[in-house]
């Protein structure tokens, strides 16, 4: 017995029994701390650590679930313990944010009804809402959304849309307004890509074509008028209908391109509402992306609903015309530049180089009287949105940069010609590998660096002292 105390008498006794004190008191508070975060709201303790940050909640759907005045189920159909983690996670976090919303899990297997009675198949995530009586459905195929390419013919899903999907029906659910777009066809246009039409089908905006060689007048409800990169100048015809649905409160949004036309006609609309285009491609050695004079960072000077969702301002504007303002020819047409160059951007021609801030993106607005369909008299507001490039929304430019805010920018000035409608449009999110790099290091750098493992090393002293002086 007395060997046996001896032994617990050491100095590396002690050391094991300091250690072993230690260890109990580190597990124990890491027990508490796990105990008292169990008590906090899920949206709260939920934090999202996945590579891509799949799980954030976009201040646009933080925005509609904030000022949510009805309630909204979302039906899940499928068997919640084989359903992917990454929609169940969501699905949990996206309900947290607003009392307005309820989650009930049906399993199609042991309730195969609910199929039919909700109008849907498994896998699938009805949103409805019985103050409007509207209801849709979301398929996890559209939450996890598989891509196959000549490159890519692998089926694990490479983009996770669940802030769109879900943020999109609740939307649609709890608003009866629709509305209407056309993209005019016939002068070389270039049709809207799937990510564009996609995101304007989120704000409840369907979308068609309009040829405008064979249509005599806009469609009564065209809502807007879209002109995506035409090649070759309107028809004497063409421009007297455009300019008629302008002035009668018509939307129009017109995106520039590259063409060695003559567009007299369609510039000579633009010059009536105070935007004159220049000669030439615009360079700017002061806001371009990496050395390339072409490739423009514009600089934007929106607020209100165009500044929604921006947050970078890295807008990127490649081969685009430049503008001047000049008098419109009305005087109760307004003119606002909301994207433009720095002081040293340059109109270049083959000529000569013209020196000067050029507007790349700008709106005319003008407050005209037109009669409803009983007759009345009321007034309304027309918009003339115009970008120097259509390359804003082209799916190379938008797909090869993730990080470019082009397409926000873009839905920010369609759903600004539109009355009681924001941009509810959120993009989907890459699955694809990244890597962890740090751009602008700044303070996490010195962090990392410096200040942990100094904070490590300080704490292993300390607690090597202690021992130390326990055995004295």
Known sequence: MDKIKQLF??????????????TAVVIGIVILFNLLVAQLPQKIRQIDISDTNIY?????????????????SLYVIAEKGNTDDRIRTFITKYASLSSRLRVEWIDPVLHPS?????????NSIVVSCKATDRQTSISFDDILVTESSYYNTSSSATKFDGDGQLTSAVDYVTNTKEYKAYYTSGHGETALSSSVTDLMEKSRISVSELNLLTASSIPEDCDLLILNGPTSDLTKDEAKVLTTYLKKGGNVMSLLAYTDKSMTRLYGILEDYGLKVANGYIADAERCYQGNYYYLIPNLSVSGDMASGISSNSVLMINSKGMTQTDPVRD?????????????????TEKKQTQ?????????????????????????????????????????VTESFSTLENLTLFMNSVTANLDSTDNISVSPKSLQVTYNSIAHPGIFSILIIFVIPFASLKAQTSYEKMLYLSTI
């Open 356 to 396: 000067g801030t050029y507007m790349l993106g700008a709106a005319a607005t003008e407050s005209v009287t037109v009669k409803d369909s009983g007759g009345k008299k009321k007034k309304k507001d027309s918009r003339l949105t115009v970008y120097g490039s259509n390359m804003l929304i082209d799916a190379q």
């Open 332 to 348: 109760t047409i307004n003119v606002e530049s909301f994207m433009a160059t720095s002081e040293n951007g340059c109109a270049v």
């Open 56 to 72: 954030e909640i976009s201040s646009t759907s933080q925005k509609l679930l904030k000022n949510l005045d009805k309630d909204v």
């Open 9 to 22: 008498q050491t100095k590396n006794s002690r050391r094991g029994s300091y250690s072993i004190a230690v």
């Open 114 to 122: 609910a199929l039919t009675k909700y109008d849907t198949e498994k």
